[in-house]
């Protein structure tokens, strides 16, 4: 049975090749293929530089797919002959007219009104070059619509981030531009807005009045692998705090949009952005701090330290990790902290999201040791467990009189997690059927950029050494004393 919003596009993967297409977009296309919210009527012509062949390339998603999903051979079959390879240098415009070309007769073949998705699954550099080549070639003069999809990172700092979106913006209007944040696919980042938009128990309570401080940790196991070069030049700040950090930020603070429009949203979200205090270069360790990890064991295996890992410096001053504490001078969140972390080479991985909420005026209970209760959380869990919990005072059984911490659990884990989309799948359909409200507009890039600039020219120029910490660990000492300067602890500890 067809869906009324089934779209009908071509996808051109430039970077057909390389890693993300084979371990996301392959697998999350045939997803969206194999539950009916694509139908028959799609193409998807894979670029790049490699001398293969429509057969090679269908072998490859073949195996991606068959790497993620058990399926049947038939519906796989029918499914890869929708894929075709061009093998070329994207540099170059002669090439883009025989993509051209092979649009033209693809849309004919699979009856596509000339909708046409530009994927950049390639390194940023190349991204100006492929939009504007795209355009001078005649290939965006489409009959229905295109859309270009950018990964990140989206630019260096804000002059990089501009020039880019300048490039881009000869060839696309900023309508049909979606940046990928691939948070802003994740189930429970998007179940942010429902939690609080929907429910009548936690919007009156969403302020300054009510909540003490929020805290959003997203942590990784992993050291940096075989992305040292990379991250060399980006460090945790840019890596993770510019896009996905500020972007929970933004969703955990913005005021109710009118309505649920691309527009409302996203303008809600850039209000929060404008009212983010900047932290200027010589208050910046008073806000932030960075760290490194150092050698450690994980489960019992000797781990290096960044400076000894593939492509790294040795003398390194990159940092992996940053905690930072942002304020947000609006009339909501005036005076509540919003702390962040990030990290890699961290004890797990996990992003989390923690609400404290403020003491009630009179106290007449006391926990355990005469100390006084626990303060009332929301956490919200976003990866890899799904969920929510919220940390309550109940009375402890017994004639003590006593409160005890009572956790309500709401967990995703026991959901048929088959027909939950995976970030990728939910963002790609959403750009097929023009849904940009996941995606990151470009004031929402420049007013990040802008903030995370002023924390990086602060560092370029603060005395204070890196602190290492230990691979396992939650991070150095110091993010800790950020929070225990202000009379807070990072959440969960361990005895609630
Ligand atoms: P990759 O290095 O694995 O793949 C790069 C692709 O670009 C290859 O197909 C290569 O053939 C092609 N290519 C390079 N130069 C070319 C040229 N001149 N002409 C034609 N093709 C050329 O990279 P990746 O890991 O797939 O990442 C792609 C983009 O996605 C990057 O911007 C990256 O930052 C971003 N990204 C990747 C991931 C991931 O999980 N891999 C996650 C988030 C963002």
């Not at 896009?243 to 409302?264: G, K, Y």
């Not at 909420?357 to 009179?362: A, I, Q, R, T």
């Amino acid at each position: 049975m067809k869906i009324p919003d089934q779209p009908k596009t071509s996808i051109v993967i430039f970077g057909a090749t390389g890693d993300l297409a084979k371990r996301k977009l392959f697998p999350s296309i045939f997803n969206l293929y194999r539950k009916g919210n694509i139908s028959e009527e799609f193409a998807v012509v894979g670029v790049a530089r490699r001398p293969w062949t429509n057969e090679v390339l269908r072998e490859k998603v073949c195996e991606a797919v068959t790497d993620v999903f058990d399926v049947e051979q038939d519906k796989l079959d029918r499914f890869v002959n929708h894929f075709n390879y061009l093998p070329f240098d994207v540099t170059g415009k002669e090439s883009y007219h025989e993509l051209k070309k092979q649009l033209t007769q693809l849309e004919g073949d699979y009856n596509i009104p000339g909708n046409r998705i530009f994927y950049m699954a390639m390194a940023p550099e190349f991204f100006g070059t492929i939009a504007s080549n795209l355009k001078s070639e005649g290939v965006t003069e489409a009959n229905g619509w295109t859309r270009l999809v950018i990964e990140k990172p989206f630019g260096h700092d804000l002059s990089s981030a501009k020039k880019l979106n300048e490039d881009i913006r000869e060839a696309f209007n900023e309508d049909d531009i979606y940046r990928i944040d691939h948070y802003l696919g994740k189930e429970m980042v998007q179940n942010i807005e429902v939690i609080r938009f929907a429910n009548a128990m936690f919007e009156p309570l969403w302020n300054n009045r009510y909540i003490s401080n929020i805290q959003i940790t997203s942590s990784e196991a992993l050291g940096v692998e075989d992305r040292g070069g990379y991250y060399e030049t980006s460090g945790a700040l840019r890596d993770m705090v510019q896009n996905h950090m500020l972007q929970m930020v933004s969703l955990l603070a913005m005021d109710p949009p009118i309505r649920l429009s691309t527009d409302e949203i996203r303008s809600e979200k850039i209000k929060v952005l404008r009212a983010l205090r900047m932290v200027n270069g010589e208050e910046v360790d008073n806000y932030f701090v960075r760290g490194q990890y150092g050698p450690g064991i994980i489960r019992g295996n000797e781990v290096p330290g960044y400076r000894s890992e593939k492509n790294v410096d040795p003398n390194s001053k990159t940092e992996t990790f940053v905690a930072g504490k942002l304020l947000i001078d609006n009339h909501r969140w005036a005076g509540v902290p919003f702390y962040i972390r990030t990290g890699k080479r961290m004890g797990l991985k996990s992003t989390k999201i923690v609400i404290q909420f403020k003491e009630l005026p009179l106290n007449l209970y006391f926990n355990k040791n005469q100390k006084k209760i626990h303060p009332n959380i929301l956490i919200i869990h976003i990866q890899p467990d799904e969920g929510i919990s919220l940390v309550l005072n109940g009375k402890k059984v017994g004639p003590s009189g006593e409160t005890t911490p009572v956790q309500l659990d709401y967990s995703n884990d026991g959901i048929d997690t088959v027909n939950t989309p995976e970030a990728y799948e939910r963002l790609l359909l959403d750009c097929m059927l023009g849904d940009a409200a996941n995606f990151t507009h470009w004031d929402e890039v420049e007013l990040s950029w802008t903030y995370v600039d002023e924390i990086s020219k602060g560092w370029v120029t603060s005395t204070k050494q890196i602190p290492l910490y230990d691979s396992g660990s939650m991070g150095p000492k110091e993010a800790d004393d950020l929070l225990g300067k202000d009379g807070f602890q990072w959440w969960p500890i361990k005895e609630v």
